[in-house]
């Protein structure tokens, strides 16, 4: 269901992907607005990823399915599609072993999204205050740091691409709850500078708590979605599995 109001960020139009002749999503409308934080949540194989592939270029959609700003995007390269203003922190971080931290950030600057005269981005000193603990660490490789270090290398990368929507990948996967709230505490800063985030998130009442709004994945269809706070445990549960079965 579509929600309300002014003209979306991001939208998808019936949307469907393949995967060869597996059919992986079917029929998806869901939109984002400029600075809003939406979950995307659903088990392990509902499409969550397959949908933010869709949303990046590395998976093909047809015409019209994907827009940003009202704009087509489906078909363009993912490195066109970032230079629109989309940007991914990636399931598993993907960074750059063997270089700094800094090198790691570095990266993203060379590929970033262009912004009008006069426009203010995110920039390193603006990453490290973002993230103190990465810039104590920004002459160290990176496979020496911890794994929630990590990740704020790798949001930090995503930031310096000056994204306007954010694609979150499983952020707290392997982390341990006292990092995940670290982490998470910095998504409304991010939000409130007017980037627009995609959460996917297993973790039922991480995702609710940390969005504004959500959508629940069932098989490649979406099952539910509205107001993230609106949703008791019931609603969730029959949403996320099909079946009575509890969430955590």
């Not at 993912?78 to 993907?94: L, Q, S, T, Y």
């Not at 490290?128 to 290398?153: D, N, W």
Request: net charge neutral.
């Amino acid at each position: 269901m579509m929600s309300p109001g002014p003209s979306p960020l991001l939208s998808t139009h019936a949307l469907v992907a393949r995967y060869g002749d597996f059919q992986a999503l079917f029929g998806l409308d869901i939109e984002v607005a400029a600075g809003e934080i939406v979950a995307l949540i659903g088990a392990n194989g509902a499409g969550k990823s397959t949908f933010l592939k869709c949303l990046i270029g590395l998976l093909p959609s047809g015409p019209g399915m994907v827009r940003l700003d009202g704009e087509p995007i489906s078909g363009l390269a993912p490195h066109r599609i970032v230079h629109r203003g989309i940007a991914m922190i990636p399931e598993g971080r993907r960074l750059f072993t063997g270089m700094s931290v800094e090198d790691n950030l570095r990266v993203a600057i060379d590929h970033a999204r262009r912004l009008a005269a006069g426009a203010t981005g995110w920039t390193l000193p603006r990453v490290y205050e973002l993230f103190p603990a990465i810039a104590e660490k920004r002459c160290a490789a990176v496979e020496s740091l911890s794994g929630g270090q990590q990740q704020m290398v790798a949001i930090g990368r995503a930031l310096l691409c000056n994204p306007r929507l954010l694609l979150c990948d499983e952020l707290s996967l392997g982390l341990a709850p006292g990092v995940i709230r670290e982490v998470y505490a910095a998504l409304p800063a991010i939000a409130a500078e007017g980037t627009a985030l995609v959460l996917v998130e297993q973790d039922v009442s991480l995702a609710q708590r940390s969005s504004a709004r959500l959508y629940c994945l069932l098989e490649g269809r979406v099952t539910l979605s509205g107001k993230s706070k609106a949703f008791d445990r019931a609603a969730l549960t029959a949403a996320f599995f099909g079946a009575h079965h509890a969430v955590a």
